[in-house]
């Protein structure tokens, strides 16, 4: 595994993701000290200026020099210091070094035995072109290469590639202050384990964000500065992944914005199901009580006097488009479950950031929508309420994925559609399934944000200012894997962070994921539409086995073996329209692999040869289907198939419709193919619309009035009491029993 320069990278890139509302806090209070004796000092922090940006605390120089990249400034710096002292303690720190100029501070703490004159000999010996200088009792060495500075304080060796921040290392040493004297300070350093603790001050790193940021992104400078104080970071075990667990604190209560994630109980993040796998970044925040959390972030507006500002945005921002509704009103009608964005690369578009919230109510909130992507009416609702993290790159359009209202421009909307609806999506979180980081998935937090620093290193790259981008460039995209995931999630009175960065090359990269032995990946073809999109099991009627035909993007179809190896691949034109089934067409114990696409139903032997005079025409275009049944266990099997025209038809195998079956035909959406139903001799179809549950007879024609109080859930389980009766429950939430020869109903 290569070195990696990411202490900087790592720490920036976290945060400068994870803007969501950051506004305010104070400098550190750094109290007048007396002058200490060195003989008192044991403790490398000491040696730390207070203005630290953040503090990386090691158990062993190692530490250090595992995470630094050989051919940076503080890689060279350290080459310099003798093999001998990698066992030592040691404290890396980031310092500002001039006006938006930053560099490490290094403290290694000596042992008490060895002879500080001497060890300082031996860097010096391994530098060039050594100039001297005093500062009051010390004298500071300047090398050339190393393009460096140092000095011994009693038992520590300081050095950094800046003398400004050893002048000030000294400075602090002599006055007897230092990041110790810093507000919090003391509590928040002893909440991680001993490996290797990291210290943050989000004042300090918001204001190294302001001067390392883009010309665009300079405003995020202040989020940094008010999601907490102070935060620490312990290391974890192992290098793959690279973990800091801690804590982030708060001095006021209700000022942070950690405080209002605080409110929530926390959940599963639901995003990354929707986030396409190309995602450059996510970041979500799962909501299990909105009004505790909007109540929390009014005040935290307020406490940045800023709350007549917000107040007023929410008072005029109503429009006619949006039928006078409030930001504040339109959001609450979400009835969120979570709220999120992802921003990822769209083919000739480029990166673009897409608002995604999960509703409980899509069509109450947005009402009826006639196609896939619809005009936008609540432009700037959502951002003035929860903070501008949450704005798309556009808000002129929306579309609807399962519980999920996607918010971002035409272009990349009708793209994520089109890949949705064909089967070909591929999810963040089946790429990640493939990964190390799967099990970031599983986390329960309040705030969750994943970076894909691999794969867009120039997304991240543009978010910084030279010589910043210069300096980042080379640290990322260099593997053809590396995730940053951070979750936070309530711990006790504070709040808990887990970060982690997988850095590791993968054997191979992950691809739109296979299924285990019966089951098949879901997506949605219409609003609620369910279109399976394999790879699909398949038996080898040979030797048993389960095989597997799976659709390429480019429409071909592969047979994989039980190995998932392989085994042939055939031309093909169209989408799978959800299902393949097996069938002995020929009666002669071979089965044959059945599906559909576009308008015609195909049939394909074991080795991808086209069966008879299949490929039939229905004669107009498949949704979804066809399902086979056998019901007279004879191989004279029937088929049925939703059509696009939202039309269940029945069909024989050679694809004429049945005689007597009379096509079922909604104004709602039908949802899914019809659910074969037995209740004594007959035999009947279960069908579920986007509103409601029907239940046919076995030639089509509908068994009762499903009207008004009779009108039936979506999802009622339909049970089998009696040889003609079922059991149901309606809409309005009663457990009734239905009569299926006359259509009655009464209460269970």
């Known amino acids: ?145 190393p393009d460096a500075s140092f000095a011994i304080y009693g038992h520590f060796l300081i050095a950094s590639p800046s003398l400004v921040i050893v002048e000030s290392s000294l400075r602090h040493l002599e006055n007897g202050t230092s990041i110790k004297d810093a507000p919090l300070y003391a509590r928040i350093s002893g909440v991680t384990s001993d490996r290797g603790v990291l210290h943050l001050s989000f004042d300090n790193l918001g204001k190294l964000f302001s001067g390392a940021a883009g010309a665009g992104y300079v405003r995020y400078a202040s989020f940094f500065q008010s999601f907490a104080d102070w935060g620490a970071f312990g290391e974890g075990d192992g290098n793959s992944p690279m973990t800091f667990d801690g804590r982030v604190l708060g001095m006021r209560a209700g000022e942070n914005l950690s405080d209002v994630l605080l409110t929530q109980r926390g959940r599963r993040p639901e995003i990354f199901t929707v986030a396409p796998y190309s995602s450059s970044y996510v970041l979500t925040v799962p909501i299990t009580s909105y009004q505790d959390y909007i109540k929390a972030y009014r005040a935290y507006v307020a406490a940045q006097g800023k709350k007549k500002d917000y107040d007023y945005i929410n008072a005029v921002l109503p429009s006619e488009d949006a039928g006078g509704m409030t930001s504040a009103e339109f959001v609450e009608s979400l009835k969120l479950g979570e709220i999120g964005v992802f921003s990822a690369p769209f083919e000739g578009i480029g990166e673009r950031k897409i608002l995604a919230m999960r509703s409980q109510d899509p069509a109450g909130v947005m009402g009826s929508w006639s196609e896939p992507v619809n005009d936008y009416r609540f432009k700037g609702y959502v951002p003035a309420l929860l903070g501008s993290v949450f704005a798309p790159s556009s808000e002129d359009c929306w579309c609807v994925l399962g519980e999920w209202i996607l918010v971002g421009g035409r272009e990349e909307l009708n793209a994520v559609r089109k890949d949705w609806a064909q089967g070909t999506y591929f999810s963040l979180s089946e790429y990640l399934a493939q990964t190390p980081a799967a099990g970031e998935l599983r986390e329960l937090s309040n705030f969750s944000m994943m970076i894909n620093t691999g794969r867009f290193a120039d997304t991240l790259v543009s978010y910084f200012k030279e010589p910043y981008s210069r300096i980042l460039r080379p640290h990322l995209g260099v593997r053809n894997f590396e995730l940053l995931a951070v979750n936070m999630f309530k711990v006790g009175g504070s709040l808990g962070v887990r970060s982690s960065l997988y850095r590791e090359d993968l054997a191979a990269l992950p691809q739109p994921k296979g299924v285990e032995d019966g089951e098949t990946p879901a997506v949605v073809e219409d609003v609620q539409v369910t279109v399976p999109g394999g790879p699909f099991p398949v038996t080898n009627f040979i030797d048993g086995s389960t095989n597997y035909l799976e659709q390429l993007i480019n429409h071909d179809l592969r047979l994989l073996n039980s190995s998932r190896r392989p085994v042939w691949t055939v031309k093909f034109d169209k989408p799978l329209c959800g299902t393949v089934r097996q069938i002995d067409y020929l009666k002669n114990n071979k089965l044959q692999m059945l599906f559909g696409a576009g308008e015609s139903i195909h049939l394909l032997d074991r080795l991808g040869r086209t069966v008879g005079r299949f490929p039939i025409s229905l004669g107009k275009e498949i949704l979804l289907g066809p399902d086979v049944y056998d019901f007279k266990g004879n191989k004279d099997y029937t088929l049925m198939v939703l059509h696009t025209d939202n039309t269940l038809v029945q069909y024989d195998i050679d694809g004429k419709p049945l005689p007597g079956w009379k096509p079922v035909t909604l104004a709602e959406r039908i949802i899914s193919l019809p659910e074969p139903l037995t209740v004594g001799d007959g035999r009947y179809w279960v069908v579920r619309t986007s509103y409601q549950t029907l239940i046919y007879r076995a030639d089509g024609t509908i068994c009762a009035d499903f009207s008004k109080k009779r009108k039936l859930t979506r999802d009622t389980q339909v049970e089998p009491l009696s040889s003609h009766e079922v059991g149901v429950t309606t809409a309005d939430g009663r457990a009734m029993v239905l009569d299926l020869n006359d259509g009655s109903f009464r209460k269970r």
Not at 55 to 68: D, M, P
Not at 78 to 105: E, I, Q, T
């Open 1 to 145: 595994m290569n070195k990696r320069s990411i202490i900087i990278c790592s720490i920036v890139a976290i945060l400068l993701l994870a803007g969501i509302g950051w506004l305010f806090f104070s400098l550190f209070f750094r109290g007048e000290g007396e002058t200490v004796s060195t003989d008192r000092l044991t403790d490398g922090v000491e040696a730390v200026p207070s203005d630290a940006i953040f503090l990386f605390e090691a158990g062993a120089l190692s530490e250090i020099e595992r995470l630094t990249d050989d051919g940076s400034a503080l890689g060279k710096l350290l080459a310099s210091v003798p093999a001998a002292a990698s066992d030592w303690k040691a404290a890396l720190s980031m310092h500002y070094s001039s006006k938006n100029a930053v560099a490490p501070l290094l403290v290694l703490s000596l042992p008490e035995d060895e002879d500080a004159d001497a060890f300082m000999d031996r860097i010096l010996h391994e530098c060039g072109g050594v100039v001297d200088k005093r500062y009051g009792s010390v004298t500071v060495h300047k090398s050339a290469v």
